[in-house]
């Protein structure tokens, strides 16, 4: 039984779709088909109907041996006349069949849904547009995870090299004196690791001030002695403010590990399951295409494993907070300890919350003035283009400037008037500290968007002078000059080989369950061969997109062009989950497929007259080894990245002399 071309699929959705109370039973039809095929019976139609509706022709994948009279086969025209072109639907006739596909595949890839790192729930800030929203943030990831697993495995096993990079630049090598800060370098590389999943405003070109502060606050502990290029106090107080960043991104890693992998392990079951069934029965199509299904999502557990190991934060704004708030602190004492002669360390401008107001206020009157201007010579413009009279123009500015037009006379200034918006700097002085909440945008990390986060790339590969064992620590404007080199640049190249691993990933389990529902008897492309062809072609132009060199950080319209895609993709998934229980392919276009016919026979004329079991065998184990070794690979991983972000509740922050101010922390 088998199903028909993929440009039918259409067609297909539009017949099951039409009543159908006048179709027989596919059984009952076996019986007029086995009469007309042996001559006892016409049941009315003439010779010629009969000629079209019987199909006597070769049998694809039957072996040599094959009795071609036994096996009844009728065309697709025939199906439709004779058994009057029903739909054997599993909910109605077979709900034993429905039930039994629903607890063994669709509970357990629910499950394994559940164990997505979906981020917590928040109301979207005042005037935010709608899709900064968390709701539709964990919406679109949702549709980025299902509709183009290629490329959100990308993005979550590119993240882990990066994360296992950091992890071995921790480890003891090069000059001795590198080797007595590890417990500050494990701390700066694990901040550093996760300060890369979050979207900066200019990727490619980040603000300068935000890269030193970064480098800066990161780095400035382990340099000492000769290295050091400024106070040594200042040593002491970024490591103290890098320990407590540390230490908070630590706590807030989201935990759970063990319950994902439960929900692994009852994927792992189901799939067991699937195999005794199929083998069990060999040549039944109902339990084929069940594990055909399994295969097909068999990237799902995928997911879920890397993401053990590329985990999100359990609160991405309160994070991202900290991390505002530490720079902040570490380019006040960059700026501090690089005054001669030294200050004393109170005029060290440390965050507060009275200061952060202070500039939020600052900004927001300057962006204020900043539209005033652009408004003003928008209207500038229109009087020009439309020849409009001085006077008209003049009561349009005045509603942009209330205060610098009299009411009296021909728009002379007020005599308590300012002539405009003074510029922002000779309204106030601007202070000395930083607010990088602008340059740092969401978490994007797991493919929940799609974009390309290469900053801890970059950073560790622009630490040290060389790969060698004298290798020595840059100066901070070197690493700086560096990293902006690394990021203007061409994407790394273990990005691309991490893409083509996850796209290999995917589409190994797609060709699996494609292999054992096209070698199903009848032996062909089909309707469900060529709905999984279809997934693997939608959810395949994202991840072709975003390898474009114009996609490397898409656009707002280019993420809209790519969750399109997206959306028909999980479209695909979802049509296909719901026909495997709902038994909607059981009709004569699916049942005949592309080679024209469909027949009667059982799972034991399949077992005996086709090839069967060599693709069933190779389709499951192929398609379960990289289930079976991602499952290995990722628990080696677990335990061996596990130290860079390990900490309990339990554990107390390393004693410090608390030279640094540690009110950014509440």
């Not at 009315?44 to 994948?61: C, E, F, W």
């Not at 840059?474 to 893409?499: D, N």
Request: contains cysteine; proline residues 6%.
């Amino acid at each position: 039984m088998r199903q028909p071309p993929t440009t039918n699929i259409a067609a297909v959705l539009l017949l099951t779709a039409a009543p159908l109370s006048h179709a027989q039973d596919f059984n009952v039809c076996q019986t007029r088909a086995e009469k007309l095929w042996n001559g006892t019976d016409t049941f009315g139609y003439t010779p010629d109907q009969i000629a079209r509706y019987l199909y006597r022709g070769p049998v694809v994948g039957a072996r040599d041996a094959f009795n071609r009279s036994e096996f009844i086969t009728l065309t697709i025209e025939g199906c439709k006349a004779v058994c009057q072109d029903p739909t054997d639907w599993y909910l109605t006739k077979d709900r034993t069949l429905a039930l039994g596909i629903i607890s063994n595949w669709v509970l357990p890839i629910i499950a394994l849904l559940a164990a997505l790192p979906y981020d917590s729930l928040h109301r979207r800030n005042a005037k935010a547009p709608w899709y900064h929203g968390r709701v539709a943030r964990t919406l679109g990831a949702l549709l980025n995870w299902l509709g183009s697993p290629q490329t959100a495995l990308t993005a979550t096993l590119f993240n882990i090299h990066q994360i296992r990079k950091c992890y071995l630049e921790t480890n003891p090598a090069g000059v001795a004196a590198d080797n007595n800060h590890q417990p500050a370098k494990k701390d700066a590389y694990y901040v550093l690791s996760a300060l890369g999943q979050f979207q900066f405003r200019d990727p490619d070109s980040p603000d300068e001030r935000l890269l030193l502060a970064l480098v800066y606050g990161l780095f400035r502990p382990i340099m000492d002695g000769p290295r050091e290029e400024d106070a040594p106090e200042a040593r002491i107080k970024t490591k103290e403010l890098l320990q407590e960043m540390a230490f908070q991104l630590r706590m807030l890693r989201r935990r759970g590990v063990y319950p994902a992998l439960v929900s692994i392990v009852v994927f792992f079951v189901a799939y067991g399951v699937s195999l005794v069934l199929a083998f069990g029965g060999l040549g039944d199509r109902a339990t084929a295409h069940s594990m055909a299904l399994g295969l097909l999502v068999s990237w799902l557990p995928l997911m879920v494993l890397f993401t053990i190991l590329d985990r999100n934060p359990v609160s991405a704004d309160r994070s991202k907070k900290l991390i505002t708030r530490w720079l902040w602190n570490a380019d006040a004492i960059r700026r501090w300890a690089a005054k001669k002669p030294l200050p004393h360390e109170d005029e060290i401008v440390w965050w507060s919350q009275e200061r952060e107001d202070e500039i939020r206020e600052l900004q927001r009157r300057e962006n204020d003035a900043m539209r005033a201007v652009e408004r003003e010579a928008e209207l500038q413009r229109r009087a020009r283009r439309h020849g409009r009279n001085k006077a008209s123009t003049d009561i349009e500015l005045a509603e942009v400037h209330p205060d610098t037009t009299s009411q009296e006379g021909d728009g002379a200034p007020a005599p308590n008037s300012q002539p405009g918006p003074a510029p922002l700097a000779q309204a106030r002085p601007q202070p000395e500290s930083a607010l990088f909440d602008d340059h740092i945008r969401g978490f994007v990390g797991q493919g929940r968007e799609i974009d390309y986060c290469g900053l801890a790339h970059a950073v560790a590969n622009s630490v040290y002078d060389s790969h060698e064992d004298t290798r020595q620590i840059r100066p901070i404007a070197a690493i700086v000059q560096e990293v902006r080199l690394e990021l203007s640049g061409h994407r790394a190249k273990s990005w691309r080989v991490m893409s083509i691993v996850a796209m290999a990933l995917v589409w190994l389990e797609i060709f699996m369950a494609f292999i054992i529902s096209y070698n199903t008897p009848t032996v062909g492309l089909g309707c469900r061969s060529g709905s999984y062809v279809i997934y693997g072609g939608l959810s395949s132009i994202p991840w072709v997109l975003h390898s474009l060199p114009g996609f490397k950080h898409p656009s707002f319209r280019q993420r809209v062009l790519i969750h399109c895609f997206n959306a028909l993709a999980l479209l695909s998934l979802l049509f296909i989950i719901f026909a495997q229980f709902s038994g909607v392919f059981n009709n004569c276009w699916c049942k005949s497929g592309v080679t024209g016919y469909m027949d009667f026979a059982n799972s034991d004329f399949y077992r005996d007259h086709f090839d069967v079991d060599a693709s069933w065998t190779a389709g499951s184990v192929v398609g379960a080894l990289p289930v079976v070794g991602s499952f290995l690979a990722s628990i080696i991983l677990l335990m061996r990245l596990k130290p860079l972000w390990q900490a309990s509740e339990q554990q107390i922050p390393p004693t410090r002399a608390l030279r640094a101010n540690m009110s950014w922390l509440i």
